[in-house]
């Protein structure tokens, strides 16, 4: 059989490898071999140095793929949540709340009860039903409000659970 000399990567010693062999066992030190050809020389590479460089590059790339995922799980949320705003006092848009839902249905519907039983005592009909028209106004937004809070509150349970999700996810299936 003919043989390549090589000397073997890890511990140096001198080895005769078959002419055609990708991979040889050092006998003085028993290092796996992978053997490399450049034209008629050849040498030799410890294959478990390969193997921990291909397993970095290997994670390396999941850590990336998983990075992605959960700034892609991120900006998803930040678009959504824009769907679930309300407009304020000030104008400004901010998140429903169960309280201030229950604020305006019960401080304003109050309000426009009272106001009704008082045009009622010395306006003509149908003038104080006006006053009923804002008290439905004001119970119907503070109960969308409070049905918001609800459905944004569960909204985030599902963002928080994709994003547990695509922080563990191994990449190697494609999504979908
Ligand atoms: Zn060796």
């Given at each position: 059989?003919?043989?390549?000399?090589?000397?073997?990567?890890?511990?140096?010693?001198?080895?005769?490898?078959?002419?055609?062999?990708?991979?040889?066992?050092?006998?003085?030190?028993?290092?796996?071999?992978?053997?490399?050809?450049?034209g008629?020389?050849?040498?030799?590479?410890?294959?478990?140095?390969?193997?921990?460089?291909?397993?970095?590059?290997?994670?390396?790339?999941?850590?990336?793929?998983?990075?992605?995922?959960?700034?892609?799980?991120?900006?998803?949320?930040?678009?959504?949540?824009?769907?679930?705003?309300?407009?304020?006092?000030?104008?400004?848009?901010?998140?429903?709340?169960?309280?201030?839902g229950?604020?305006?249905?019960?401080?304003?519907?109050?309000?426009?009860?009272?106001?009704?039983?008082?045009?009622?005592?010395?306006?003509?009909?149908?003038?104080?039903?006006?006053?009923?028209?804002?008290?439905?106004?004001?119970?119907?937004?503070?109960?969308?409000?409070?049905?918001?809070?609800?459905?944004?509150?569960?909204?985030?349970?599902?963002?928080?659970?994709?994003?547990?999700?695509a922080?563990?996810k191994?990449?190697?299936?494609?999504?979908?």
């Amino acid at each position: 059989m003919e043989t390549v000399p090589v000397n073997c990567n890890n511990c140096g010693a001198p080895l005769e490898v078959a002419a055609g062999a990708n991979y040889a066992t050092c006998g003085h030190c028993g290092a796996r071999l992978a053997v490399r050809r450049t034209g008629s020389a050849a040498s030799t590479e410890v294959l478990e140095k390969l193997d921990r460089t291909t397993e970095r590059i290997a994670g390396h790339l999941e850590e990336l793929t998983r990075q992605n995922e959960v700034e892609r799980v991120d900006r998803e949320w930040a678009q959504e949540q824009a769907n679930y705003l309300v407009g304020g006092k000030d104008g400004r848009r901010h998140l429903p709340t169960q309280r201030a839902g229950l604020v305006i249905a019960l401080v304003m519907g109050g309000f426009g009860l009272i106001w009704t039983a008082f045009a009622a005592t010395f306006a003509p009909f149908p003038f104080p039903l006006f006053g009923l028209l804002f008290v439905g106004f004001a119970v119907y937004t503070g109960l969308s409000q409070v049905k918001g809070a609800e459905k944004y509150a569960e909204a985030e349970a599902r963002y928080h659970e994709r994003r547990r999700e695509a922080m563990r996810k191994d990449p190697d299936p494609p999504p979908g």
